[in-house]
């Protein structure tokens, strides 16, 4: 089974602070993904990569930068943090040329605030 | 681009009663559909997925229908028990391997 984790758990940062949240994948998946998850939106995606050194945009990536440094780890990062990323965060993978094609496998997300 | 209506955005059903969610969709060319089931404090698990060709799927209690006609997916947790208490959120694809657009989520209480 797919291992996606996530740290920290939780985060609180200050207006205009600096945050990094990391994702690490054990599945050797092509794929990975961070959303935000906001009561109201479901979940939102801000950026993607289909491997090492890629980066896709995703649907809300503003105020995001995004690096994936191996196949196995994704970050995000905030550099000037707003409220208005106060939300949870998920990180999740596919392998798209698998037989489990489409299915996203999530990490247990990192809860952030922005004071 | 897709877009994906989900409702109700919260259930609360009887332990033993049905609980139906329901999705539109807007793209007709829409391939992929699944539904993911998210328990508190936890990241999304996939419950269920078919492909267009399909328009039921039965598995464990679940029950999927796809209405290509009317843009609608639809899941049905028959005899829902406190266990199945949990936030439900569809999500679609325009090709069988590709982007997923989710739904904005419905809340599912199951009281006994």
């Known amino acids: 089974e797919a291992a996606v984790t996530q740290s920290p758990r939780n985060k609180v940062t200050v207006t205009g602070g600096n945050v990094t949240l990391s994702c690490r994948q054990t599945?050797?998946?092509?794929?990975m993904y961070w959303y935000r998850q906001d009561t109201g939106h479901g979940l939102r995606l801000i950026h993607y990569?289909?491997?090492?050194?890629?980066?896709q945009i995703g649907d809300v990536p503003d105020g995001y930068k995004a690096t994936r440094t191996t196949q196995e780890d994704f970050f995000l990062l905030l550099e000037l943090a707003s409220p208005s990323q106060t939300s949870l965060y998920f990180c999740?993978?596919?392998?798209?040329?698998?037989?489990?094609?489409?299915?996203?496998?999530f990490g247990a997300g990192t809860r952030l605030s922005v004071l | 681009g897709e877009q994906v209506e989900q409702r109700p955005p919260h259930l609360s059903v009887r332990e033993g009663d049905s609980a139906i969610i329901i999705c539109t969709y807007t793209d007709s060319a829409t391939a992929y559909f699944s539904w993911y089931k998210q328990e508190a404090g936890a990241g999304l698990q996939l419950l269920m997925s078919?492909?267009?060709?399909?328009d039921r799927k039965e598995e464990q209690g679940l029950t999927v229908l796809l209405n290509k006609k009317d843009k609608r997916l639809s899941l049905n947790l028959t005899a829902a028990h406190p266990g199945d208490s949990a936030v439900y959120f569809c999500?679609?694809?325009?090709?069988?391997?590709?982007?997923?657009?989710f739904g904005r989520g419905t809340r599912l209480q199951v009281y006994a």
């Open positions: 078919v492909l267009s060709n399909v």
């Open positions: 999740a993978s596919s392998d798209r040329t698998g037989s489990s094609q489409n299915t996203l496998y």
């Open positions: 599945n050797s998946h092509n794929y």
């Open positions: 990569s289909y491997g090492a050194g890629n980066l």
């Open positions: 999500a679609v694809s325009a090709r069988v391997v590709g982007q997923l657009t």
